[in-house]
């Protein structure tokens, strides 16, 4: 068995994605009626929280990304805001396989791993504005991306509808 390992590891191919880097893009924390809600709060604000994945390109010859986890949380109490909390966290990555595979590697598997990151940065900063963490419980990145890609494909479908082929000749 390790005759195998050993043979195997020498010509092994790299990882389909390799993530180079993580990093806060962007954080924006607001209390909108401090100091008053902490007063009128008496109990844990009501919280919503909205999701989106981006990638763009770096630099396409040598496969390089970044991908963006942008995280929306804001916490009510009544019909005041009691905080809104934006996170857009960054990671560039490299993808080694075929084009095919690109965009699940970018907008599943990629989030996946900058997830746990993001939710204690967004946790911790809810935490330090004086209002319970906000814990988010795991993502499904896959059915965001077929979201996305359903969404795509009616676009395209109405599209059609309204002109044809859309001027190609």
Do not use: C
């Not at 990304?65 to 009544?78: D, H, I, P, Q, T």
């Not at 791993?113 to 809810?126: K, V």
């Amino acid at each position: 068995m390790s005759e195998q390992t050993d043979a195997g590891g020498a010509g092994q191919e790299p990882p389909p994605l390799i993530i180079n880097a993580q990093y806060v893009r962007d954080l924006s924390f607001e209390v909108p009626h401090a100091p008053g809600i902490f007063t009128e709060m008496r109990t844990s604000p009501e919280i919503s929280v909205n999701v989106d994945v981006q990638a763009s390109p770096v630099d396409e010859q040598r496969k390089v990304f970044e991908v963006r986890l942008k995280l929306n949380a804001e916490g009510k109490v009544g019909d005041k805001s009691a905080f809104i909390a934006e996170l857009e966290y960054g990671a560039a990555v490299t993808i080694n396989a075929p084009d095919e595979q690109v965009s699940p590697l970018l907008l599943i598997e990629a989030p996946r791993h900058m997830f746990p990151f993001a939710r204690n940065i967004l946790s911790d900063l809810t935490r330090d504005g004086g209002f319970p963490p906000v814990v988010l419980q795991p993502i499904d990145f896959i059915a965001l991306f077929r979201q996305r890609v359903q969404a795509m494909q009616r676009a395209r479908q109405q599209q059609q509808a309204q002109g044809g082929d859309g001027g190609a000749a």
